[in-house]
Every structure is written in C-alpha cells, then in structure tokens.
C-alpha cells in the first residue's frame, strides 16, 4: 500500500517508507491511497473467527508487500496477546476494556504493533532509528513498553511535567536501556510541537532518521481499527444498531474506527466524548476548527487542544461537513460531571470506570437521549487505577493494583527538564 501525505505537497511513499518517516516532508500526516472494503461474509461471519484472524485479515492490505503474510501473522498474533472483553451495564450500555496489555491503556496494540514493525524493516540493524514520541499520559508508557530493547531504535519521549498521573510517569520514566523520558515545562500540545517541528528541523534530520510513535505514524494508529471489529463480534448477534463512543484527545482512536467503517464494519455512528478540551465538539456546532491552548482535566490523557487526527477524520468524510455530522456526534463535560458519572457507574453497575472511560459512558448517555434504540458501547480506554488518587477519590474505596502496575510502583523515575525546543534540539544532537 502507499501513502499520501494529507498536506498534498510530498511525493506518496510505501507502508515502510510511512513508518520509518513517520511524519511527511511537508509536515502532512500519510493516508493510505485506497482502502477495500472486507466482504460482506467476513463480518456476518465474525463471530467464528479469533481476534488474530480479525486483525491480519483487516491489517493486511495497508502493510503489504513490505510485510510477508508470514510475517505479519507472527507481528499480530505477539501484539494481541491479551484480552479485549466487552461489558454489559445495561440494554443500551456497554464498554469494552482496552487495558488488559502491559501498560493497561489502549495504546498498548498500537505501540508493540509499530515496534515490530520497525523491528522488521530495521532487522538487519543497519539504521539507527530515532523515535520521537510526545504523551499527555498513556501513550509515552506504552511506547516505553513497546519498544523496550528493540535494536537499533533509541527512544525518547517528551511529557508535560505535573500533568500526568503518578503511575503513568512511572510507566514512562523508569525503564531505562534505550528509552529516555525528557519533562517539559509545558503542555503536551507544546511536546506534540516540538516533535513535529524536530521532523522539519534539516539540522536534525541530516544527522539521524528521526520517526514519531504517535498516532500520525500510520503503524501506530491504524491497528486501532481492531477494537471496533473486536466489540462488534461480541455485539452483533444481540444488537442492529451498534453505535461507538470513544473517549477523545488526539482523536486517533475514534479515527481508525471510521477506518474500520471504511473497510465495511456495519456501524453507522461515532460518539467523539470530550472533555473540556473541546475544539471538535465546538466545530461540529459551528463548522469553525479553532485550536486552542489545552486545559487540564482529570481525563488528562485526553488534554489535547489541537487533534492531529481531525484532518484525517476530514479526509475519511471527503471533507464534506454534512457527511461527518451525519456520522460523528460530540459532546464536552466538565470534571464535576465526569466525577458524577464515575459514581454513577460504580454505584448502578458495581463497576469501577477510569475519568476517561466515564467521559465516554456521558457521551453514551447523551446520545442516547436523542436515539433511544441504539446499543452505545463507551470505550474503556485505561485502568482505573492508573488514575488511583482520582478514582479513590470519587467512589471512596480502596483499589487493589494489579500486577502491571505494581511492577512499576517502587521504581526511580529518571528524566531530563527541558523548556524548549532548543532544549530538545541540543538534547538529541548529543
Ligand atoms: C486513557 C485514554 N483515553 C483516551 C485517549 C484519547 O485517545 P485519542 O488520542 O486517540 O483520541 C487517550 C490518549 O490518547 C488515553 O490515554
Ligand atoms: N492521549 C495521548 C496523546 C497522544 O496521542 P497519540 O495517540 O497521538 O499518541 C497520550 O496518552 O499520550
């Protein structure tokens, strides 16, 4: 498959082109040429197949040649090795856990997906790589985790210091070997520039090949479209009218569900949950993109204030605002009614939601008002316990950790202050 550059002024490259650059010349984030639609028997007949089978068969077309089918089997099979369970709370209401991987956050597919990838196109170890990745929280651990003595790739990490939770600055700064944490004095839109502006920075590009592990790498963000199928093939039988609400930030993830559409998946609706980091809620209202400096929130993870994604989410729709209104909904709630929400859910279902999962119940519940029928499945993005001060917190019980997170509990953190991008620039030119 080959890529484009979404910016229209670099030439179109291949699927390992794509990863290994991550980001175009022009600064445009790489879309796949075409996309073919799975057959109609492969989702009727979903059910009979493993999440294995799933991904390779909806994977494959946007990874090949470079990736022999052998390859990719044994690529899939090791970044799936865990569980993605839906949830039932009531008639209209599901989740599906994505925090059963090593780091207990969704981004765990994608980050050991990407890294064996580039473990493959780099097995011969002649290039060095350099991966350049900025986190509001989960994203960084995951990519930590991911990519851990992977050789021949050094990574580093950019995250916005005070604004992640405790656990997830373990997760990212406590691995050591080839993963270095560097805490800026900012916030993760200021990180997400400085990564974007390093792939521009020729100084910087001569010397090393830079790549990025966020979700504009296309290895990064495209395996997310599994989930959807995932849910889907333990809904479908029960449910007509499947609808996703998904928990949003970077927009990354709602994005490769309507990949996922794309490819066939019989969903006709997408939920973008916000909270009060709000520019797509506020475009699908009055047409206008206005970027604007991120807030903090309790769903820290999602503090994102300029989406990378939006402009592929444009492209999917063929930038026609009437299409995406009529398959994407938004809706923006503040930390007082994430906090009620994540009571709610604990005190009817006995169920414990993270303040980012809870975001995606609210945007369920709303949608719902206007389309009783539908059966919302929220996204539950991350652990709770990832965010234990704020969890213990709301629903006044003590939560036993699991084994995942314990594992990084009594670890040193190690990281490197940085304030700006001459900070950065210096640090990798070291
Ligand atoms: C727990 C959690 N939920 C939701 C999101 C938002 O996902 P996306 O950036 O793909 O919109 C993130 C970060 O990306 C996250 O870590
Ligand atoms: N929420 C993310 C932000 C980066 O998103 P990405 O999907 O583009 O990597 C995080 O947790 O870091």
Known sequence: MNYYSLNKQAPNTSFKDAVIKGLAPDKGLYFPESIT???????????????????????????????????????????????????????????????????????????????RCLGYFNKNNINKVTVLVATSGDTGGAVANGFLGVKGVNVVILYPSGKVSDIQEKQLTTLGQNITALEVNGTFDDCQAMVKTAFLDHTLTNNMQLTSANSINVARWLPQLFYFMFAYKQLHKKYDDIVFSVPSGNFGNVCAGMMAQQLGLPINHFIASNNKNNVVT????????????????????????????????????????????????????????????????YTQYNYVADPHGAVGYLGSKAYLKENPNAHCVFLETAHPTKFLDVVEDVIKEEQPLPEQIQSVMGKEKVAIAISTYDDLKAFLLK
Not at 54 to 64: E, R, T
Not at 286 to 296: C, F, G, I, N, R
Not at 313 to 322: D, G, M, P, V
């Open 37 to 115: 639609p799975l057959s109609d028997d492969f989702f009727k007949n979903i059910d009979q197949l493993s999440h294995t089978e799933i991904a390779f068969q909806a994977i494959k077309q946007f990874v090949s040649p470079e990736i022999p089918e052998d390859v990719l089997k044994t690529i899939v099979e090791e970044t799936l090795s865990f569980e993605f369970p839906v949830v039932q709370l009531n008639d209209n209401i599901s989740t599906l856990e994505l925090f059963h991987g090593p780091t207990m956050a969704f981004k765990d597919v994608g980050a050991r997906f990407m890294a």
């Open 282 to 345: 506020e475009y699908l209202k009055t047409q206008l993109y206005t970027p604007k400096p991120s807030v903090q929130t309790i769903s820290n993870a999602m503090d994102v204030g300029d989406p990378s994604n939006f402009i592929r989410i444009q492209e999917i729709y063929k930038n026609k605002f009437e299409t995406l209104k009529d398959n994407v909904s938004s809706f923006s709630f503040s930390d007082d009614e994430t906090r009620e929400a994540m009571k709610e859910i």
